[in-house]
């Protein structure tokens, strides 16, 4: 027994043992090392992600080592501790009974100058960002991280992003760019629906190609913020978050792993119709269904998406209950599960395609969008579901956004860190 409990106790440790550094592991070394200027005011902007190497909430580190002086913590969508749904506030200000700090809740805001009253209010000087990201344009908080990058340049104030991995790698960029008509907080500027970038590359093109055209900063002499970007140690754009060594830390409550990350930036396409993107069960985005979707027609569901041989995909019938309040709540549903067989050659854009465009075929009329413009939105633009209501094939869907991809390819090349 004591052998075998010597070896799981080993096999624990070295799964546990990162094989990257993140960016706020450099900088707090660089703290320590008192290459920080620590007479500065920070706030910190973050949210259950941002933990230490040995799972402890940064913030509440940074207060019990009284190294830096934070003066405010400020949580994005669902809250610094994570206790809000999606779509959710916390409230206004409050002080947090764990750490002492003024909480300040961020997801209120959607304009610059929001952000910088709430820097002013708190006296902050240095504003830090730390949050995971899952590598989709429209999971909302690189638009906190814009929005709150501009409030620094209105204010005046330094901005910092502690890079961390983009778990679905670096190197697969795909779908549409956002036109400006469709700019809103699931997408603020014109970037792919997949981009393959991380949050401190993300800082930096945003900082140089669209800051300096932000309506809000038209008034200054420069419309950039004094940005910095602490990068990580050992990534690389070939990892996935499990070759990174680090705990996976639910970013938000329907992401719950990786998987869920990986099939996100085309499944989540189903999150602008009327069909259950599969909140409220254990597997949002990977499940997906109707509660008319049943029986023979669901089998030809399954057997058309298989018979495209997508890459790196399999499809199976599923049936599930969504729990209150997400859509289709109480209702039995049939539907898919969508499982990834191989990553590598997985393209979850043209995937995702595919089952809005079967969808379509089988389901005629019962296929309906949201009457928020929802869909365009988490496209960019009209034009997929102009082209979806127009009964184009999912290639054809694919092949429109070509050039728009490549445009982008080229800006976003000028940013790459790793």
């Known amino acids: 027994m004591k052998l075998s409990f010597g070896f799981a106790a080993v096999t624990l440790f070295s799964l546990a043992?990162?094989?990257?550094?993140?960016?706020?592991?450099?900088?707090?070394?660089?703290?320590?090392?008192?290459?920080?200027?620590?007479?500065?005011?920070?706030?910190?902007i973050v949210n259950p992600t941002a933990v230490t190497k040995d799972l402890e909430l940064e913030v509440d580190y940074l207060v019990r080592k009284k190294e830096i002086?934070?003066?405010?913590?400020?949580?994005?969508?669902?809250?610094?501790?994570?206790?809000?749904?999606?779509?959710?506030?916390?409230?206004?200000?409050?002080?947090d009974p764990i750490n002492g700090l003024t909480v300040v809740d961020g997801y209120s805001f959607r304009t610059a100058a929001s952000w910088r009253d709430s820097y002013i209010r708190t006296g902050t000087q240095v504003a830090v960002f730390d949050i995971?990201?899952?590598?989709?344009?429209?999971?909302?908080?690189?638009?906190?991280?814009?929005?709150?990058?501009?409030?620094?340049?209105?204010?005046?104030?330094?901005?910092?992003?502690?890079d961390r991995p983009n778990p679905i790698g670096g190197i697969v960029?795909?779908?549409?760019?956002?036109?400006?008509?469709?700019?809103?907080?699931?997408?603020?500027?014109?970037?792919?629906?997949?981009?393959?970038?991380?949050?401190?590359?993300?800082?930096?093109?945003?900082?140089?190609?669209?800051?300096?055209?932000?309506?809000?900063?038209?008034?200054?002499?420069?419309?950039?913020?004094d940005l910095q970007v602490i990068k990580m140690q050992g990534w690389t754009r070939d990892m996935y978050y499990e070759d990174t060594g680090l705990q996976w830390i639910l970013p938000s409550p329907n992401m719950p792993t990786v998987d869920t990350a990986t099939?996100?930036?085309?499944?989540?396409?189903?999150?602008?119709?009327?069909?259950?993107?599969?909140?409220?069960?254990?597997k949002p985005f990977e499940i997906i269904g109707a509660d008319f979707i049943k029986d023979l027609q669901l089998q030809q569901l399954v057997d058309t998406l298989n018979g495209y041989n997508l890459p790196g995909v399999r499809f199976r019938s599923q049936y599930f209950t969504p729990l209150s309040p997400q859509?289709?709540?109480?209702?039995?549903?049939?539907?898919?599960?969508?499982?990834?067989?191989?990553?590598?050659?997985?393209?979850?854009?043209?995937?995702?395609?595919?089952?809005?465009?079967t969808l379509r075929d089988i389901f005629g009329?019962?296929?309906?969008?949201?009457?928020?413009?929802?869909?365009?939105?988490?496209?960019?633009?009209?034009?997929?579901?102009?082209?979806?209501?127009?009964?184009?094939?999912?290639?054809?869907?694919?092949?429109?956004?070509?050039?728009?991809?490549?445009?982008?390819?080229?800006?976003?090349?000028?940013?790459?860190?790793?």
């Not at 344009?137 to 620094?152: P, Q």
């Not at 119709?273 to 909140?279: A, D, N």
């Not at 191989?342 to 395609?353: H, L, Q, V, Y």
Request: net charge neutral; aromatic share 10%; proline share 3%.
């Open 17 to 44: 043992s990162a094989t990257i550094r993140t960016g706020f592991e450099v900088w707090d070394e660089a703290i320590g090392a008192g290459c920080v200027d620590t007479s500065l005011k920070y706030s910190m």
């Open 69 to 95: 002086n934070l003066v405010s913590v400020i949580g994005p969508e669902h809250g610094f501790r994570g206790a809000a749904q999606a779509g959710a506030s916390v409230g206004g200000d409050y002080v």
């Open 132 to 162: 995971q990201d899952v590598g989709s344009r429209f999971y909302t908080y690189i638009s906190t991280m814009y929005d709150s990058m501009a409030g620094a340049a209105l204010a005046g104030i330094k901005y910092v992003v502690l």
């Open 173 to 225: 960029v795909d779908g549409g760019m956002m036109s400006a008509a469709n700019a809103s907080f699931i997408g603020r500027t014109p970037i792919t629906q997949q981009h393959g970038m991380t949050v401190g590359e993300l800082a930096l093109l945003y900082n140089n190609e669209y800051l300096p055209n932000h309506p809000e900063l038209a008034g200054l002499a420069n419309k950039k913020v």
């Open 263 to 282: 099939v996100y930036p085309g499944m989540g396409l189903i999150e602008g119709t009327l069909i259950s993107e599969g909140r409220g069960t254990t």
């Open 327 to 357: 859509k289709l709540a109480g209702l039995l549903c049939g539907g898919i599960e969508v499982h990834v067989t191989d990553r590598k050659s997985f393209r979850a854009i043209p995937t995702g395609t595919a089952v809005v465009t």
């Open 365 to 418: 009329s019962l296929f309906k969008y949201r009457t928020d413009n929802w869909f365009d939105n988490v496209t960019g633009s009209p034009t997929f579901r102009l082209l979806l209501n127009s009964g184009a094939s999912y290639q054809t869907i694919v092949q429109s956004y070509q050039d728009q991809l490549a445009q982008f390819l080229t800006i976003r090349n000028k940013y790459l860190l790793y």
